[in-house]
């Protein structure tokens, strides 16, 4: 018997370290599953609290940028001495403030832009406290000049002036020789369309009959019947696309993808040059209507001239029978050099100013003249005055939060586009009363210019350029003009907000 249970117990050995083996496993495998549930939600937490710490920078990019631009005002009256010396019969000149973000928000950024605005004005960085961001992150800001762009909304105000004058500036825009290739070949639907049409496209996207008797626009706004030619089509449904014109204003930019004839090669060249400098970009959806004129580029002004009726054709239009590529070039090298050599402030006191200028008149129109580039003789002057603005208020804001992560970078946009219109005084000598919460949101509501009685946002952009002069003066009744100076925002007031 003892042998037996000996033999037995010989046989038992090793059980236990199987049996121990055996949990050692399962609880391997418990914990590793567990230990990758934690850290992934773990990440899922950190990643949402780079997010909104993103966000948050994002939103005080926004709203610093929206005390820069109400300061400017002030910096205007600064200089108006100076400025009027040069120009006694120019009102105050607006001082484009907004192309100095990096050097003036310096200080509420991070530590890298702080010293960077200290080291500028000489200051000391060791004695500054409770300035910028702290503990990581920062946040980049572009202010986008929206008036300094050709506004298709112009369309939208079923105005057959303003629709014209839309029409005169795409036209002026698209019609260089060097663009002829893409007009040639098939378009972004598979059609053939030229510029009269793409250029037609766009402007019934936006424009509309309330009577309902819709026509298309054959965008020549130099014939003697250029209204219409036409009932307008299901050109949309015919190529198999599920949507038909919209007949009401731009919402976005984004939304001219939507109009026959433009594809990415019509995008990347008219509109949207460089997607990653909004301030390249030729049109807009936000603008007033006319094109501030000291604040847009050489091709802007370029296609604002060659959109115009002459007495004489200038030899700088590609539309001219004696069309020079030589005087085209170097009037907008001319017009850069000398934008460059004022350090941002504005070129033209008045409207009539622009006009002497292509005339080869004044301190610009004598460097282009000294280039050889032929004076312009405008048929119609109060056209082109018209055409014209002097000051911006509509502003686009894209504002990135930035957090840095141990293996990731957190990034979020924010495209905000800001009305100054109707902005109050900045600072306590104004008349100028803020309210806060939904009180707030239902005064900036009542100061607003008229809003139509459809569309959105898009729409309001239109609305405004049709009660807004070429200086950029609004007229509205005795009430609302009370409510303006009372309750009005010197921030201005959102007209768009998206986050990316």
Known sequence: MKRIRKKRRVDERGVALVLVLGAITVLTVFLTQLQEETSSELASALAERDALKAEYFARSAVNLSRLLIASEPEVSKSIAPIMLLLNPKGAPPQIPVWEFTD?????????????????????????????????GGRFEVSIVDEDAKINLNLAALNDFAARDRLAEQILGLMISPENNVLFEGRDADGQFSDRQTICGALIDWADSDSAGNETQYNCDPHAQNASASGPEDNFYQTIGLPYRRKNA??????????????????????????????????????????????????????????????????????????????????????????????????????????????????????????????????????????SIALKSHRFSVYADGIVPGYKRTTKVRIHAVLDFRSAGALGPGGATQIWGGQAAANAMAAAASPQPTTGTAGSSSATASSSTSSSGSTSADPVTQALQQTYSNPAGTVIYWRVE
Request: hydrophobic share 40%; proline share 6%; aromatic share 8%.
């Open 103 to 135: 050097l003036v928000l310096g200080p509420f950024n991070d530590a890298v832009g702080a010293q960077s605005f200290l080291s500028t004005i000489g200051g000391d960085a060791t004695s500054a406290k409770n300035i910028g961001i702290t503990g």
């Open 249 to 386: 204003a731009f919402d976005s930019l984004d939304e001219a993808r939507l109009v026959r004839g433009v594809g990415d090669d019509f995008w990347a060249t008219f509109i949207d040059p460089e997607p990653e400098n909004p301030k390249k970009r030729v049109m807009t959806v936000w603008g007033q209507g006319a094109v501030n004129v000291n604040a847009a580029n050489a091709q802007t002004l370029l296609a604002l001239v060659c959109g115009q009726q002459f007495t004489t054709e200038p030899e700088m239009c590609p539309q001219s029978t004696n069309f020079d590529p030589q005087q085209m070039a170097t009037f907008v090298m001319g017009v850069t050099l000398g934008k460059s050599m004022t350090f941002g402030l504005p070129l033209f006191g008045t409207p009539q100013m622009f006009i002497d200028m292509m005339a080869g008149k004044g301190p610009l129109g004598t460097i282009l003249a000294g280039l050889n580039v032929k004076p312009v003789t405008f048929k119609n002057v109060k056209q082109v005055k018209t």
